[in-house]
């Protein structure tokens, strides 16, 4: 039929990494390329998006934009701009390669609930 020649992968909507890296895999196996959707996460996410945009199955460009144009302030240490050929780098730290900004979380919760078991 020639339907589904081109997936979307959006993390936040397939159920999280785990799912998006299956979906990946899946299209990569069955030659379907891929691209990354995201752009109003914070660098929490926008790191994951980075990560998973750098898989070898994610040939055609995404729509991961630099942070500094939704948020005067993110949650992270790291900023995501914008390089000269309009490609954002991967962070190479442990784990999604960003450091909570702690006292910017704390200053962008607006409410918080704690839980006991």
């Not at 898989?55 to 055609?60: H, R, W």
């Not at 914008?82 to 442990?94: A, E, K, R, Y």
């Amino acid at each position: 039929m020639g339907a589904c020649r081109v997936i979307n992968i959006k993390a936040g909507r397939v159920g999280g990494l785990t799912e998006a890296l299956a979906i990946h895999d899946l299209c990569l196996a069955q030659n379907v390329p891929v691209w990354c959707g995201g752009m109003l996460e914070t660098g929490v996410g926008r790191a994951a998006n980075l990560a998973l945009a750098s898989l070898p199955g994610f040939t055609l460009p995404g729509d991961i934009s630099a942070s500094d144009r939704y948020y005067a302030e993110d949650i992270t240490h790291q900023r995501f701009v914008l390089n000269p050929d309009s490609t954002i780098d991967v962070p190479q730290g442990n784990g999604l390669g960003v450091t909570i900004d702690e006292p910017a979380r704390q200053r962008a919760t607006l409410d918080h609930l704690v839980l006991k078991s």
